[in-house]
Nanobody, 124 residues
């Protein structure tokens, strides 16, 4: 079984930055892709960043491209999401997720393992 624990969320003003962390345990974290998703109230859970098992091939949707950076430290079983130039539209619960593949997927259903989420609120 896999356990994922996110941290680093909080309240930030528009234009500010936050770094989210995801601590993994329970299996060999370094063998599998990782994704970060977010869910705003009343909306679907959407992928905002994904990375393969080596830390390569990062993917970002246009909504966050150039502002968010995903990374991982396999030696520490950690993944990160650096967010900058935050906008009120980025307000959501952010989730770390992993899947049973070395390569990232683009859809929520492709990730069977999830953390509990961390709230990010961006004030205008």
């Amino acid at each position: 079984q896999v356990q994922l624990v996110e941290s680093g969320g909080g309240l930030v003003q528009a234009g500010g930055s936050l770094r989210l962390s995801c601590a993994a345990s329970g299996r060999t974290f370094s063998n599998y892709a990782v994704g970060w998703f977010r869910q705003a109230p009343g909306k679907d859970r959407d992928l905002v960043a994904a990375i393969d098992w080596t830390g390569g091939w990062p993917y970002y949707p246009d909504s966050v491209k150039g502002r968010f950076t995903i990374s991982r430290d396999n030696a520490k079983n950690m993944a990160y999401l650096q967010m900058s130039s935050l906008e009120p539209e980025d307000t959501a619960v952010y989730y770390c997720a992993t899947r049973n593949s070395r390569w990232p997927g683009g859809e929520e259903y492709e990730y069977p393992y999830w953390g509990q989420g961390t709230q990010v609120t961006v004030s205008s």
